[in-house]
């Protein structure tokens, strides 16, 4: 990618995501003058094997279970302090005692008080394929995520130009990385519809009002074509909701808070995984 699309985010994202996006820039424009991008991707190459994310969602799928995503974060500007002591190794060990399918893991420090090490120590406790959460803008963070030992990167849908979205595809696939792909709204799906991965997540929570509604994953999950794998992802607290989820077509769920906010984090990823 060339420089000056390192220099600025579009300019009609409104509201929290603009922010997240602009401190974004700024932290990927440091990072990767301190780190050029020829050694973040000599890293990359000499990282673990990637682990298989969408197998691993589609043979629970294919057995009957709900494929979760199990989140792993600290904090998130909505929830605040969500789980405190906290351990990735520890939780990574209960979502996989737990029967998550795989993780999902905050890098973002500043509103999620996420760092690479939380991915790395989530990584070593288990053998569950990690999506990198964070808010990936330039090809050289796809590099990093790959170094760090990250199975599958999110791009949201919201915060990228065609270009921009297709270009950090390219580069995940050839470092055999998976791809979540995340909407929020029709428009949204239709340019996630025109990328190569099967993964397509659909965001409850609106990322610049930072409300969540499950009505969106109902609108928008029946319109994903069939050889897609569609997520649904945020504000999913009961079985309840899950069946919501699977009723609308999505039997993969992302789901953090409502899990870390439970004493047995074993326990309750059971209850979802066994939903249906
Ligand atoms: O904690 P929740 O409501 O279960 O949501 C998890 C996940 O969907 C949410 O963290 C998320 C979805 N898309 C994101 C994009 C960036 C940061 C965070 C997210």
Not at 150 to 155: E, N, Q, V
Not at 219 to 224: A, D, K, M, Q, W
Request: aromatic letters at 2%; glycine letters at 6%; one cysteine or more.
């Amino acid at each position: 990618m060339n420089a000056p699309q390192l220099l600025t985010p579009a300019q009609d994202i409104p509201d929290t995501l603009a922010r997240i996006l602009a401190d974004k820039y700024e932290e990927v424009r440091e990072r990767s003058a301190a780190t050029p991008l020829a050694e973040m991707e000599r890293a990359a190459r000499h990282a673990p094997k990637p682990r298989d994310f969408v197998r691993a969602l589609c043979n629970a799928v294919g057995e009957g279970r709900v494929g979760l995503i199990a989140e792993i974060k600290r904090a998130s500007p909505s929830g605040g302090l969500i789980r405190d002591p906290f351990e990735p190794a520890a939780l990574a060990e209960a979502y996989c005692a737990g029967e998550a399918t795989c993780l999902s893991v905050l890098t973002d420090a500043p509103y999620f008080q996420g760092t690479p090490e939380h991915l790395k120590a989530a990584r070593a406790a288990c053998d569950l394929p990690i999506l990198r959460k964070d808010f990936m803008v330039h090809p050289w963070q796809v590099h990093e995520a790959r170094a760090m030992g990250a199975d599958c990167i999110l791009l949201i849908l919201a915060a990228l130009t065609d270009a921009q979205a297709g270009e950090l595809e390219d580069v995940a696939r050839s470092l055999d990385m998976a791809v979540l792909a995340e909407v929020h709204d029709r428009a949204e799906l239709d340019r996630a519809l025109g990328l190569e991965t099967r993964l397509i997540g659909v965001n409850n929570r609106n990322l610049r009002t930072l409300r969540t509604d499950l009505a969106t994953a109902e609108e928008l999950v029946p319109l994903i074509p069939a050889d897609r794998i569609p997520v649904a992802e945020s504000g999913l607290r009961t079985p309840e909701d899950v069946r919501r989820m699977a009723a609308a077509g999505s039997r993969c769920i992302l789901v953090g808070e409502h899990l870390l906010r439970q004493p047995d984090v074993a326990e309750a990823s059971r209850q979802l995984v066994h939903a249906l």
